[in-house]
């Protein structure tokens, strides 16, 4: 493999798309098609579009619980050929796409020498930030309407509408930040530790400078350094509520706190 690569990993929410836009600034190619902006992620996602099809095209739902054990014959020969385009292209490239957490198996054996890029953020804040994103899209919805009907969103229906969707979504999303993140787990526990690292969605600001120190200084990548309080916008962060109330599997939650604890080992 001639390609320099870089695989960043992390579970939806969790600031994979400022370190992308980040990292795009500095000058890692990150795709020929990326995806925009969106309500929930208004700087843009930084998503390579090739690698977003392919996983939505194999998984069929927006979320899911597991990782993909098995690809077809057809499907592996459809992602090697995707990785052979990119590398025609780039002598030093990388992706950010969320549910790669989710084939990182698949990636470890097709691209050996990728370099992974982890950051993790914590349960409640990513499953609070989830649900934001949700209510978010209903604000969209009802602020459309009539004066009355807005009026009645802002001071009634959307306190009542929050409470609804924690109860109903808090531990489903949960169950997805398991999978994704024991996938990710799971990838670190059989690389060899100088191809990956690991950074905390908290301490991005403290953080990135070593996180460019070691794409440039250990993993050989060209890279010029970008501002990076011109890229994090704090303001842009929603309220975290804590959602373990709304949690009725405590042997989930037990599973989560010691999954984060066991990432964080890694800082």
């Known amino acids: 493999m001639d390609s320099t690569i870089l695989i960043i990993a992390g579970m939806h929410r969790s600031g994979t798309s400022v370190l992308s836009q980040w990292l795009n600034h500095c000058g890692l190619h990150l795709g020929e098609r990326l995806l925009g902006p969106a309500i929930g992620n208004t700087e843009g996602h930084f998503e390579d579009l ?3 099809e392919f996983h939505q095209e194999i998984l069929k739902e927006g979320y899911i619980h597991e990782p993909v054990s098995e690809l077809s014959v057809y499907q592996t020969e459809k992602l090697r050929s ?4 990119k590398n025609s292209l780039q002598q030093q490239w990388g992706w950010k796409e969320p549910r790669t957490c989710l084939f990182l198996n698949h990636y470890q054996s097709l691209i050996p020498e990728a370099h992974y890029l982890v950051i993790i953020r914590s349960y409640r804040e990513t499953v609070s930030s989830l649900i ?3 209510l978010k899209e209903l604000d969209k919805y009802y602020l459309s309407k009539s004066w009355m009907s807005r009026q ?3 001071k ?3 306190s009542i509408r929050a409470k609804e969707l924690y109860h109903a ?3 489903f999303y949960l169950r997805v930040w398991v999978a994704y993140n024991e996938a990710i787990l799971q990838a670190m526990e059989s690389l060899p530790g100088h191809q990956f690292v690991v ?3 908290g301490q991005l600001t403290e953080q990135h400078r070593d996180i460019f120190d070691t794409l440039v200084n250990k993993w050989g990548f060209s890279l010029r350094a970008a501002d990076f309080s011109h890229i994090y916008k704090k303001a842009l962060l929603s309220e975290v509520t804590d959602i373990d109330p709304f949690v009725l ?3 989930l939650l037990q599973k989560a706190v010691k999954l984060e604890h066991e990432i964080r080992a890694y800082l």
């Open 249 to 251: 599997d405590q042997s």
């Open 169 to 171: 979504k808090a531990e």
């Open 132 to 134: 934001q994103r949700d």
């Open 152 to 154: 009645n969103w802002i």
């Open 82 to 85: 995707i990785i052979a385009f």
């Open 199 to 201: 950074t905390d969605h």
């Open 50 to 52: 090739d690698f977003l």
């Open 156 to 158: 009634r229906k959307r």
